[in-house]
């Protein structure tokens, strides 16, 4: 009965619009026929304003059939607010369908993901086309914080404590990234340390593969000897694909100052083993200034 109610006031309030927009564009085709014909006939004496009224309806109705005024198609704005009160009917309906509305409703629910850690990077970890959490963890030891990958598990609708490493306090940003080109997701950690000559800081980077089992502890393949005082950024500098890190060197001098500088990605399109990861130093240190690359291809090294 509630919404046959409101529909009945709907369809009213539709039928008055319609009259109103009707009565208007009578209005408007008197007057303009008022208009036209004064430019030929001479202004009528006061005496004759009912048989001028007359005759102007006589004129419209004969110029203009009242049907093709009736089917006129309404303005623009009409036919928006119609749309907009269709909408709002078919909402009510379903909102009174359901017991509540569904659409604007969120259902929150515990997933276990507050009990990880905190959220350091996100990524498909396993290729299970899920999202994970990649968290740090150290408050439950104190001595051994970690990093873990925090799995979800699609049947319980729950994250899970996955693989992970035992790192430093001092982790600032870590970035899930395939940095050696094996398909899988892999982890670049940043370290801050706060230096006591000038309290600046001093950043590091560690790189940890995932092995063939998603499941296994990634290995830890690559630790900077160098330290950056700006956060490393992920750059392809020499076009080939693979992630390089950019940083500036720490002035070890008072009134030295910083360079930039690039670790390059040397690693091979290889899977990480268990046993063997990697062989050699897989990130080059390079200043800016002695970087030369082939960059506009035109066979020509550039600076």
């Known amino acids: 009965n509630l919404v046959i109610s409101v529909f009945d006031r709907v369809r009213l309030a539709c039928q008055q619009r319609r009259m109103r927009e009707t009565m208007e564009i009578n209005e408007c085709l008197r007057n303009s026929l008022r208009r036209r014909r004064e430019r030929f006939v001479p202004a009528r004496q006061p005496s004759d304003a009912a048989t001028s009224a007359a005759a102007d309806d006589r004129l419209m109705t004969a110029s203009r059939p009242l049907s093709q005024i009736r089917h006129q198609s309404p303005p623009r704005r009409s036919r928006r607010s119609r749309l907009f009160i269709a909408s709002c009917l078919l909402l009510l309906i379903h909102c009174l369908r359901h017991g509540q509305c569904e659409l604007v409703s969120w259902d929150r629910r515990d997933v276990g993901s507050n009990k990880l850690g905190e959220l350091k990077a996100f990524g498909d970890w396993d290729s299970d086309k899920f999202l994970d959490l990649i968290v740090f963890d150290k408050t439950s030891k104190p001595l051994e914080p ?58 590091r980077v560690k790189a940890w593969c995932q092995t063939r089992d998603a ?89």
């Open 146 to 203: 970690r990093l873990t990958v925090s799995m979800w598990d699609d049947g319980r609708q729950k994250f899970r404590a996955g693989p992970g490493v035992d790192t430093d306090k001092d982790l600032q940003t870590v970035i899930a990234t395939d940095w050696n080109m094996d398909g899988r997701l892999d982890l670049f950690g940043i370290f801050g340390q706060v230096e006591f000559n000038d309290d600046s800081t001093a950043y």
């Open 215 to 303: 499941e296994a502890d990634p290995k830890l393949v690559w630790q900077s000897a160098n330290e950056s005082s700006v956060q490393p950024f992920i750059v392809d500098i020499n076009s080939d694909g693979k992630p390089d890190l950019l940083g500036q060197t720490v002035k070890k001098e008072r009134g030295e100052s910083p360079q930039r500088f690039v670790w390059i990605n040397r690693s091979k399109r290889n899977v990480c083993e268990d046993d063997e990861p990697h062989k050699g130093d897989l990130f080059e240190y390079r200043l800016w200034e002695d970087l030369y690359y082939e960059y506009i291809h035109d066979d020509r090294m550039d600076k």
